[in-house]
């Protein structure tokens, strides 16, 4: 066990875990943030997608000691009232169904409307290719991020 601190959500957080604990099981057991899920353990699907000093990061994949210190930032962390502007495309167009992928569907999305306020439909292509859709949601969501670029 070591003592890690990092910053969630504009909160300063100290936790008691091993080196080797996935930032993911500290943000849902430790921190009790369950917006943020488990899909595949292997950095593939993206459902775990936070941002870590403001890069989309595979929270199951990223040990606390490299996230210690950090500032992180999960689907907890915007708006409660949903108004954000993916928030409220995310709404607007109807992009949710079963939502299991949502919140890494939206962290990812927010990395890269930080990154590219005014992505092509390359860009949106690109970078959520990432984050896999059971639903198959993705025309959606391109609209979502589209609209939502709009409102910033």
């Known amino acids: ?29 430790s921190l009790g943030l369950t917006g943020t899920k488990y899909g595949c353990g292997e950095g593939v699907c993206g459902s775990c997608t936070v941002l870590l000093d403001g890069v989309a990061t595979r929270s199951c ?57 005014r992505p092509t439909d390359e860009d949106i292509g690109r970078v959520m290719s990432g984050v896999l859709c059971r639903c198959g949601a993705y025309n959606r969501i391109r609209r979502a991020i589209q609209r939502a670029a709009e409102g910033l």
Do not use: K
């Not at 070591?2 to 849902?28: M, Y």
């Not at 995310?90 to 890269?112: F, H, K, N, P, R």
């Open 1 to 29: 066990m070591a003592t890690f601190t990092l910053t969630v959500n504009g909160e300063l957080h100290t936790v008691d875990v091993p080196q080797d604990t996935p930032l993911l099981w500290v943000l849902r057991d």
């Open 61 to 117: 994949l990223t040990p606390i000691a490299t996230a210690a210190g950090g500032q992180v930032l999960t689907i907890e962390g915007l708006p409660g009232d949903g108004g954000h502007p993916l928030q409220r495309a995310w709404i607007d167009v109807g992009v949710s169904e079963c939502g299991y992928c949502q919140a890494g569907q939206i962290m990812t999305a927010l990395a890269l409307l930080n990154e590219t306020p």
